[in-house]
């Protein structure tokens, strides 16, 4: 048993007390630990291009971009004599697009367990950080990047555990992680303790299915073990003066997620385990943002009225049962949409296990044009992988539109971002270009250049 | 053991000896299954019964003369003979014994193994199958006659319904062995064979480790054994016209005994439920010439006027399929499984109509009572009650070759008779005796008087026992009569049994299950006390007693309920699968105007015709144009907006299968095709038509280096899977290099061997290997051939067929691979062997061998932009595709999945943006190209004049991604409409809410007969008594 265990934590408390120091010094500190953000003084311009803003009617201007930040947007700008200029004269300038999930930066290779690190082995593990494990030279990072996505969140999965660990907010640029992170700790990943009759046997590597109560019952234990961390977090929130208490990295990290603080993603997919996941994070105070959400159509009114914000996974996905329409999560998003829901894209969302590999991230928007062409009006649909995600996740003073204030992460492109045939022209990641140059691109030139073998 | 055989033993009559002998010697562990009989003289006269001699042949007031085991006489005024004992008919019905057609019963049960024998042999000790010539689980010699034994417990509870006579079979491996039909009497195990073998039994179901591992593994196999036979026949022959100069044939216990079976025919039992089963297996058995006797047949109503007009018999199991009790209640059940749930039952009525011979199976069922039940059901679904007893005797008897000793009551035949107060399986049926073989039986009346119950114990019930070990789960399911009479099954891990003696008196629940341990029956007393919804008792095994409680979680559906018409008809239901499963509407011929046809046909040109006309005529093409004039009277289909290409291919794709997709058991698997096991009712079919899909690559999966064959399919939803085939396209087999064949992620299981190939050396070795090989067979094949008559050629190989066509250039080679080097490796090998290679198959690193494979001639199909899930992917690139295209290489965009082949469109689009191709060009990475690498060109792939109308129209830009597809034509005919999709689901959601109207409202209701609670699993309800093993080992001795 590794020390990430805690069946019985309250107790544990107690008998340790004599062992205790001042942690609470060292969690403030932790809190304040900073990210690290471009600050190089240089000013870029955005020219001529149709700017996108999101926030408005598209119209045709320059966006001046001075310290990583945007300065103004507008169609009469004086350009600053010093100013790098992006000549986007017949392009289109869009907010950068955000995956709302992914494991960007932790998996290189799926499957090279040594190049992996989204799973850590417990069942509760609130104080792992996704951030302490991205790679920031990680190949997938600009092959992603390339398509238009300037930031993610990257997050922790979990086998077969509960409390996954802590989703950091990324740009897709930086030579640290420092530099790349946005927020170090975005949200709380949980897998909800869910009712699954069908399930992987990895002895036969197929599904099979179990009996219903059986399911129940191991569903109802983890919900009652959750309860118990959070029940234990709040014990040692209150006792935080105290001189005998030990400290606990664990409990400190999932004290964040009370009295609706942190967000916490409750991964969850069948309607029933929407629905008691969202019955519980309101019984317990929680910021819940739903991700994967299968059926989260069936329980549109519910998410609409307890405004839970919902990140889906890919809708190019098959139905779960043989008798859905064949359409059936192409359609989700429009109508969770249309039922008042706040939605998110992502590539990642979608297993009970966390976000999978991330070699697709690239294909955020033709994940969100498919649910386009089944119902999701197409603005709503690029709000949902630019300004929704930052509203879901709080950032959006900082990101989500081309606005005065936020940080310039911005793309130029020759046309419909969601369109498959449209080219990202140029990158800006907190107010610099970037190349978009990848490894893929490079293996291309490489190769088309080979002389003739025939 | 000392010998403790005494000398009566040899007595025919004292059958139940030796069992009591073995008590004697093992200090009365307790009481013999069978009691020692006595033997009266064997005449008998029933007199005064109403006797039907046939179904639907009645004498009232009749006799029935029994002499020595046959029936001597049957007539209404007969002379008793003064010896014969008379039992007096009067008010009672005399019916011919029924027949189990198949049974394992009079054998011991497999699963009833002593649990001691130690831990399970390992697999290390198991052979390593190198292939069928290793003859895996074939034992065609073992007859069910040798594997009797005395006793068996099972036997009783048959007889006391009414059942005289059962076949057995052999169980284990894919040819068991001989099928034998043994009475149901009390008597040592020889005395009971009626007669062997009766059939020869074929097994499907099952898996295994090594060849074959899967279900196209099974059938590929079934049929070289066939082969082998029919080879041995001509080997025979040959051999006795001129033995000069060849080898005696030599004795093959494999074989043999399937060859004789198929030269004297005896029937084959061959396992088959649902039609596209029943159509493999008849063509199996006109391809080797057996005779089928088809087992299972429950979906048999939906080939019934087929089966009408074929040889063939059926044994239709009447274990009807119904609902999982542990199944989740929010899992939403396909409709063609309700409508097949529905159905089911009508078979044997539906068999009969079309003229086909049918016998009854009780299958898995726990027992006669159980068995009863499902034939009333279905005579509820319109079998008639003397249909019923004919497919229960005589009917049984005919398919069986006996019906000279069996299956009526007449002069001469074997005494196996029914003495009862009604129809054997009527619900308050009284059977007064029994008689096998001219031996009476008679069920014990149940003397003790009880008290009347006092509480009523029918419904489901979950109970906990406590046993050492822990708690386990079972449940129950009662119904108890007024009288206090209580049937019903109690379901366990390990299966489901049927209750014994079960009453009621006063709040005292009391009954019985029996399992078979060896040759001794283990019997469990279930004694309960009820109070109200639950129950609290004990549960004994000799002389172990084990706490049992329970509580009730739905009460028994009430008669009322069953008597209602329901609320859908079988009309309806036929008619939303009629939508649910085929064509949205046959047309053949229309044309459609105002289109932008992508037509792809010239691969140099931009080819597309704005506001063009596209006319089909009886399926084909026949004429295209801007200024086309509609002929009269042909239905128009205006596309104004619309975009119309050919209808998609996707040249890899796994759906439609049965079973797995890999026989991943050997590293050579050409034997094995993926055409055998094609399920042609996979819903991925229906939603690749609703993405324009019309034609699909089915391949083996990539575990071998060589893998099996093929299956190209037009997507005709709605057909079986002969009609799914695209006729005439080129056979083609599945070859894999790298990673997958090799086996570089996962160990095997403990004690399985890895598997050789394990690095890419191996890999073109097994490859090498094999041709070399296939070169020679072809060789001597040909030498035969050639050679004067009577030559002899060799035993034909499906391994080695298929790669011989290969070498022919008859059968295509689609070869998955990801690494530049081992593609070139391939196309090496593949020169020196005089082959081409087909398709590459991902090919992931083409782009950076395209010249080379150019110049081999070989078609890349790969992945749109899939990269970085495993090492041999990581120098995949989105480029693939266009630059390839670029350097001379004919290329498609392929699925792979289920999902992703339905947006190909899309994927196609990708080779625009990551390389720039142009649009043309893009859409024939789909269309044209797909078609040209499964050489099916001369037929779809592009809008031309001649070709098939597989057509896809779109609402807008064929490569945007905000287009949808509105209607998809295969032949002319339209298979997916987005308007008819909708009224589709709106029949499926419709027909569900009638079945299931409790789902919109409170979950909570518990009187309903669907609200069942579901039930904990279940575990292991009768531990085997402390002395199980002594038993055994007694047994044995």
């Known amino acids: ?454 | 053991m000392p010998d403790l055989k005494l000398p009566s033993c040899t007595e025919r009559a004292w059958t139940g000896c030796r069992a009591a002998a073995l008590m004697v010697g093992i200090g009365m562990l307790s009481a013999p299954a069978i009691a020692q009989r006595p033997e009266p003289p064997p005449f008998y006269a029933i007199r005064d019964a109403q006797v039907v001699t046939a179904p639907g042949h009645v004498l009232e007031r009749a006799t029935v003369l029994i002499a020595d085991g046959l029936i001597e006489a049957v007539g209404a005024d007969l002379e008793i003979p003064a010896d014969a004992w008379v039992i007096d008919g009067t008010g009672l019905v005399v019916y011919p014994g029924l027949i189990d057609a198949m049974t394992t019963l009079g054998q011991a049960p497999p699963e009833s193994g002593p649990p001691s024998a130690g831990p399970e042999r390992s697999g290390r000790d198991q052979p390593t199958i190198r292939g069928p010539e290793d003859r895996p689980q074939t034992t065609p010699w073992k007859s069910a006659a040798d594997l009797l034994i005395d006793d068996d417990g099972r036997i009783e509870s048959w007889r006391e319904a009414g059942f005289t006579a059962a076949v057995t079979v052999p169980e284990g491996g894919i040819f068991p062995g001989q099928a034998t039909l043994i009475h149901l009497g009390e008597s040592e195990k020889d005395e009971r064979v009626i007669a062997t073998p009766v059939a020869q039994r074929i097994v499907l179901a099952g898996r295994s480790r090594t060849f074959p591992g899967s279900l196209m593994g099974r059938i590929s196999y079934i049929q070289q054994v066939l082969s082998d036979a029919q080879y041995s026949a001509q080997v025979r022959k040959l051999y006795e016209r001129s033995p000069v100069g060849r080898e005696r044939p030599l004795y093959d216990r494999a074989i043999d005994p399937i060859r004789e079976a198929v030269e004297v025919g005896v029937p084959f039992f061959l396992p088959a439920d649902h039609g596209h089963e029943i159509d493999r297996m008849l063509a199996i058995a006109e391809r080797w010439q057996l005779r089928p006797i088809l087992v299972g047949g429950q979906a048999a109503y939906a080939r019934a006027a087929m089966l009408g007009t074929s040889n063939a018999a059926v044994v239709v199991n009447l274990d009807w399929p119904e609902a999982d009790k542990n199944e989740d209640p929010d899992a939403d059940t396909p409709l063609p499984t309700l409508y097949h749930h529905r159905m089911a039952p009508s078979t044997p009525a539906a068999l009969l109509e079309a003229g086909v011979e049918i016998a009854f199976t009780s299958g898995e069922l726990s027992g006669p009572s159980m068995l009863f039940e499902k034939l009333r059901t279905a005579i509820d679904a319109g079998l008639s009650v003397d249909d019923a007893l004919e497919a229960l005797t005589l009917g049984a008897a005919r398919i069986l070759g006996v019906e000279d000793q069996l299956g009526s009551i007449a002069a001469g035949k074997i005494a196996n008779l029914v003495l009862a107060s009604a129809e054997p399986w009527a619900e308050d049926v009284e059977i007064k005796a029994v008689f096998v073989d001219g031996k009476k039986y008679e069920s014990r009346p149940d003397d003790e008087e009880s008290e009347p119950p006092s509480v009523n114990v029918s419904g489901s019930w979950a109970l906990e026992l406590t046993t050492p070990g822990g708690v386990r789960q079972l449940t129950a399911e009662l119904n108890m009569k007024d009288d206090g009479k209580v049937s019903g099954e109690i379901t366990s891990e390990r299966g489901t049994r049927a209750i014994k003696d079960g009453k009621v008196a006063d709040d005292m629940l009391t009954f019985k299950t029996q399992r078979t341990m060896g040759p001794r029956t283990v019997e469990a007393k279930y004694t309960l006390t009820v109070t109200g919804e639950t129950v609290d008792g004990s549960l004994s095994v000799g002389p172990r007693s084990m706490d049992l409680t329970g509580e009730r979680t739905a009460a028994a559906a009430s008669k009322e309920d069953e008597g209602e018409t329901p609320a859908v008809s079988n009309e309806d239901f036929e008619h939303a699968m009629s939508l649910y499963r085929g064509p949205v509407r046959r047309i053949g011929s229309f044309a459609i105007t105002n289109a932008r046809v992508y037509t792809v046909s010239d691969p140099t040109l931009d080819s597309t015709l704005t506001n063009a006309t596209v006319v089909v005529r009886d399926g084909k093409i026949a004429a295209l144009g801007q200024d086309i004039e509609v002929p009269a009277g042909l239905e128009v289909i205006d596309a104004a907006g619309g975009s119309l290409i050919p209808g998609i291919i996707d040249a890899h794709s796994h759906i439609a299968v049965d079973g797995a997709v890999n026989e991943s058991s050997l590293a050579v698997t050409s034997m094995v095709t993926i055409q055998d096991v094609i399920a042609p009712a996979d819903i991925a079919i229906y939603r690749a038509l609703a993405g324009g899909v019309t034609t699909i690559n089915v391949l083996h999966g990539s575990s071998n280096p060589i893998g099996g064959g093929n299956a190209v399919l037009k997507l005709r939803w709605g057909s079986d899977a002969d009609g799914l085939r695209f006729a005439g396209a080129p056979a083609g087999i599945k070859f894999a290099l790298g990673e997958n064949p090799k086996r570089s992620r996962g160990n095997p299981p403990p004690g399985v061997a890895r598997r050789y190939p394990a690095t890419r050396m191996g890999v073109m070795d097994v490859i090498r290997q094999a041709f070399t090989e296939a070169r020679e067979y072809a060789r001597v094949r040909q030498q035969a051939e050639q050679g004067p008559k009577g030559t002899l050629p060799p035993r034909p190989d499906f391994k080695l067929d298929r790669l011989a066509e290969i070498l022919a250039g008859e059968r295509l080679v689609h070869a998955h691979c990801y690494r530049a080097d081992e593609i070139l490796q391939l196309l090496q090998l593949a020169d020196e062997f005089g082959f081409r290679i087909s398709t590459l198959q991902h090919v992931l690193e083409g782009y950076k061998v395209a010249d080379e494979i150019a110049a081999h001639g070989a078609g890349a199909s790969t992945f749109s932009d899939w990269w970085g899930y495993k090492v041999e992917a990581y120098d995949a690139i989105p480029h693939n595709a266009a630059l390839m295209t670029e350097r001379g290489v004919l290329v498609s965009i392929n699925s792979d999945s289920g999902e992703e082949m339905r947006h190909l469109n899309q994927e196609a689009a990708k080779a625009i943006k990551w390389g720039g191709l142009d649009e043309n060009a893009a859409l024939r990475l789909v269309t044209l190209n797909p078609a040209i690498q499964l050489g099916i060109d001369d037929r779809v792939g592009s809008i031309e004049v001649g070709k098939d109308a597989d057509l896809t129209l779109y609402d807008g830009h064929p490569l945007s991604v905000y287009s949808i597809v509105q209607k998809t034509f295969i032949d002319g005919d339209l298979y997916f409409e987005l308007e008819a999709d909708r009224q589709r689901q709106t029949a499926i959601d419709d027909l569900k809410a009638k079945l299931h109207p409790s789902e919109d409202t409170d979950e909570k209701e518990s009187d309903g007969e669907d609200n069942s609670e579901p039930q904990t699993e279940t575990m292991d309800a009768e531990p085997p008594p402390p002395d199980a093993n002594l038993a055994q080992s007694e047994a044995r001795s």
Do not use: C
């Open chain 1, 1 to 454: 048993m590794s020390s990430t265990h805690y069946p019985d934590f309250p107790a544990q408390i107690r008998h340790r007390g004599r062992l205790a120091w001042r942690w609470h010094v060292a969690l403030i500190a932790s809190l304040t630990l900073a990210t690290a953000s471009i600050s190089d003084g240089q000013t870029l311009v955005i020219e001529g291009g149709t700017v996108h803003s999101l926030a408005g009617e598209p119209f045709v201007g320059h966006v001046l971009v001075v310290d990583g930040l945007i300065q103004e947007v507008s169609d009469s700008l004086t350009i600053p004599a010093d100013a790098i200029q992006v000549d986007a004269t017949g392009l289109h300038v869009y907010p950068g697009l955000f995956d709302a999930m992914t494991t960007l930066g932790l998996v290189e290779i799926s499957a090279v367990a040594a190049t992996s690190d989204t799973t850590e082995i417990g069942r509760f593990n609130p104080h792992l950080q996704a951030a302490s494990a991205v790679h920031p030279a990680s190949e997938v990072i600009p092959v992603t990047r390339a398509n238009g996505i300037t930031h993610a969140i990257s997050a922790p999965g979990t086998r077969d555990g509960i409390i996954a660990g802590q989703a950091a907010v990324l740009h897709l640029d930086g030579w640290t992680v420092d530099e790349m992170a946005i927020e170090r700790s975005a949200a709380m990943v949980v897998r909800w303790p869910d009712i699954a009759t069908r399930i992987f046997d990895r002895s036969t590597f197929s599904f099979r299915s179990r009996p219903f109560n059986e399911a129940k019952e191991e569903a109802e234990e983890g919900q009652g073990e959750l309860r118990d961390w959070l029940e234990a977090a709040r014990h040692y929130t209150q006792a935080a003066g105290s001189t005998r208490t030990e400290r606990s990295l664990e409990l400190e990290a999932l004290a964040r997620v009370l009295d609706r603080g942190q967000p916490v993603i409750f991964l969850a997919n069948a309607a029933r385990d929407i629905e008691s996941a969202v019955d519980f994070a309101e019984r317990e105070g929680l910021n819940m943002i739903l991700a994967g959400g299968r059926d989260a159509w069936k329980v549109k009114e519910l998410l609409a009225e307890k405004r839970i914000p919902v990140i889906l996974g890919r809708s190019q996905a098959l139905p779960a049962e043989d008798d859905d329409p064949y359409d059936r999560p192409f359609r989700n998003a429009g109508e969770l949409h249309a039922a008042g829901v706040k939605l998110a894209f992502s590539t990642g969302a979608g297993s009970r296990f966390g976000p999978g590999g991330p070699h697709s991230t690239r294909t955020l928007p033709y994940e969100t044009a498919m649910a386009a062409a089944y119902g999701l009006p197409r603005e709503e649909a690029l709000k949902a992988i630019t300004l929704y995600p930052a509203e879901i996740f709080g950032l959006s003073d900082r990101l989500g539109t081309v606005e005065a204030g936020k940080i310039a992460n911005l793309i130029v492109t020759n046309g419909d971002p969601l369109e498959i045939t449209t080219q990202v022209r140029h990158l800006i990641i907190q107010g610099r270009e970037v190349e978009t140059a990848n490894r893929h691109r490079s293996l291309y030139e490489r190769y088309r250049t080979r002389p003739d073998a025939r």
